[in-house]
C-alpha cells in the first residue's frame, strides 16, 4: 500500500457509537496528523502525534501510534450527525524536508 | 482563532489561460504550502515556501506553476497555461516555525475550487 492509507474507506455507523479509522504508512516519521475534511471544503487539523508519542486525547478524539507496525488509529468516541466527513490521515516523513503525505481518507457518515 | 484565507472560493477558466489562486497565511507564519485534491483522489503535494524561496517541490509542480509573495500577506499560486487535469480542489497552508509543525502542524485554508472548460 502507498504512505497514508486509511482503512475502512468508508464507515457508516449510528449516532452515540464509536467509529475508529486506520492508517498505515511506509516509512519513517516525525509526526502523524489527522485531518478532517466536510464535502467539499477545507482541512481542518484535528490533532497531531509525535513519533516517540504512543496515544493522545483530545475531546473525543484518541488517537494511537505504533511506529513498528507503522499504524495509527483514529477514535472517535459517542459520535454525532455532525462528525460526518472525511478523515484523512497525513505523515511528516523523514528526509522528505516540509510536506506532508495524505491517505486516501475515511468517508464517515453518522446517521441520527 | 487565526485564519488561512483563500480566494476565490471558487474560479472557472478556459484552457489556455493562465489564473492566479491567492492566499493569506497567518501573519507569524513562516512556511507556506500549495497543495492540490483532484475531485475523488488524495491531497497531494505541490510546493512549499520559506524565506522568499522555494524549499520544496513535487512533480506536478511544472514549469507551468509558479509561486510568489508579492508582498508581506499574499502568496499566490499561478498556473500559466491551464488544462482540464488542472481541475482540482487548491490549498494554501501555513506553519510557524519548525518546532511549532512538529508540535501542532498545518494550517489549511478553505480552498479553490478551479474549474478548466
Known amino acids: 500500500s502507498q504512505q497514508g492509507e486509511e482503512d475502512p474507506q468508508a464507515l457508516s455507523i449510528q449516532e452515540g457509537e464509536n467509529a475508529t479509522m486506520n492508517c498505515s504508512y511506509k516509512?519513517?516519521?516525525?509526526?502523524l496528523q489527522w485531518y478532517r475534511q466536510n464535502s467539499g471544503r477545507g482541512l481542518v487539523h484535528l490533532i497531531l502525534?509525535?513519533?516517540?508519542?504512543r496515544e493522545k486525547h483530545s475531546g473525543r478524539l484518541r488517537v494511537t501510534l505504533d511506529t513498528s507496525k507503522k499504524s495509527s488509529s483514529l477514535l472517535i468516541t459517542a459520535s454525532r450527525a455532525a462528525d460526518t466527513a472525511s478523515y484523512f490521515c497525513a505523515t511528516d516523513r523523514i528526509g522528505a524536508g516540509n510536506m506532508l503525505t495524505f491517505g486516501g481518507g475515511t468517508r464517515l457518515m453518522v446517521k441520527p | 482563532e487565526p485564519e488561512v484565507t483563500q480566494t476565490p472560493s471558487h474560479q472557472v477558466t478556459q484552457m489556455g489561460q493562465e489564473v492566479i489562486l491567492r492566499c493569506v497565511p497567518i501573519s507569524n507564519h513562516l512556511y507556506f504550502y500549495w497543495y492540490r485534491q483532484i475531485l475523488g483522489q488524495k491531497v497531494e503535494f505541490l510546493v512549499s515556501f520559506y524565506n522568499n524561496e522555494i524549499s520544496e517541490k513535487s512533480e506536478i509542480f511544472d514549469d507551468q506553476f509558479s509561486v510568489e509573495r508579492p508582498d508581506g500577506s499574499n502568496f499566490t499560486l499561478k498556473i500559466r497555461s491551464t488544462k482540464l487535469e488542472d481541475s482540482a480542489m487548491y490549498f494554501c497552508?501555513?506553519?510557524?516555525?519548525?518546532?511549532?509543525?512538529?508540535?501542532?502542524?498545518?494550517?489549511f485554508g478553505s480552498g479553490t475550487r478551479l474549474t478548466v472548460v
Open positions: 497552508a501555513s506553519s510557524e516555525r519548525q518546532g511549532w509543525r512538529d508540535r501542532y502542524g498545518y494550517t
Open positions: 516509512t519513517s516519521i516525525n509526526n
Open positions: 502525534i509525535r513519533s516517540n508519542e
